[in-house]
Every structure is written in C-alpha cells, then in structure tokens.
C-alpha cells in the first residue's frame, strides 16, 4: 500500500490575513483560492512538496455546525488552542531570524531539544502554533 499526505487543515478566521501571512512571510505558493458553495477553498504549500496542501479554512466550516459549535470553535481559535503545523527547514535559526524580522509572533526562540531537533515556534495571526524543526547533526 502506498499512501500520502494530500492535505492538511489549519482553522482561520480572515482568509485575507491568512494568506498574506501564509504567502508573504512564510514562502508558501497559493495553490487554490476559489469560491466554493458560499464558502472559500484557500491551499498554500511548500515549493519544494507540490503534492501537498495546507487548506486554510474556518474553524466550523462544517456547514452541519450548530450555532454553539461554531461559536465553541471560535473561542478555542481566538486562544490558540487548535493545533498548528510543524514545518522542517534545513536552518532553524535562520528561518527564526527571517520570520521574526517579518513580525511574526515568536512562541519559542531556536533551542535545541533532548529528542534530537533544534526548533522554534510561532504563532499565525489566527493564533495556530507553526513550529520549525532542524534535525540535528548526528
């Protein structure tokens, strides 16, 4: 059998502010950005891995959410309790250097890890944890 990973979600709430972070400061290609049932179908990804999508989309897009439920998911955004993506880069502290001169919300200075990566972290303007790993040289 051989699988692979297609497409991941991230829960935003401004798909204008997603995509300006998303493209702008963190590199990645829009691959889609259409309007779709009332809704919008937003996917960026890495250059380097074209076969994979990030969809950017509302936190209930469910459209079988209830009221509550939406509101629930909103909340949980807003505090930044979804979860994010972790990201590899061949340069952890450069790309740290990069995306805090383009005011990116720092979580997590580069440190390295007793689980062998060097990493940071930080937060997109819905409030999603983007972490960056370096494996370290062994």
């Given at each position: 059998m051989d699988i692979k990973l297609s497409q991941c979600f991230i829960a935003v709430d401004d798909h204008d502010e997603a995509l300006a972070f998303h493209r702008d400061v963190l590199g990645l290609e829009v691959h889609d950005d259409v309007g779709?049932?009332?809704?919008?179908?937003?996917?960026v990804g890495a250059p380097s891995q074209p076969g994979?999508?990030?969809?950017?989309?509302?936190?209930a897009a469910d459209p079988n959410?209830?009221?509550?439920?939406r509101r629930a998911?909103?909340?949980?955004?807003?505090?930044?309790?979804?979860?994010?993506?972790?990201?590899?880069?061949?340069?952890?502290?450069?790309?740290?250097?990069r995306l805090s001169a383009a005011g990116g919300e720092v979580l997590q200075e580069p440190v390295d890890q007793p689980y062998g990566v060097r990493d940071c972290a930080f937060r997109d303007p819905a409030g999603n944890m983007l972490r960056f790993v370096q494996p370290r040289a062994r």
């Open positions: 779709f049932e009332g809704m919008r179908w937003v996917t994979v999508d990030i969809v950017l989309e509302p936190p959410a209830s009221p509550a439920d998911m909103a909340e949980l955004l807003a505090k930044g309790m979804l979860r994010g993506v972790i990201f590899s880069t061949e340069d952890c502290d450069a790309t740290f250097e």
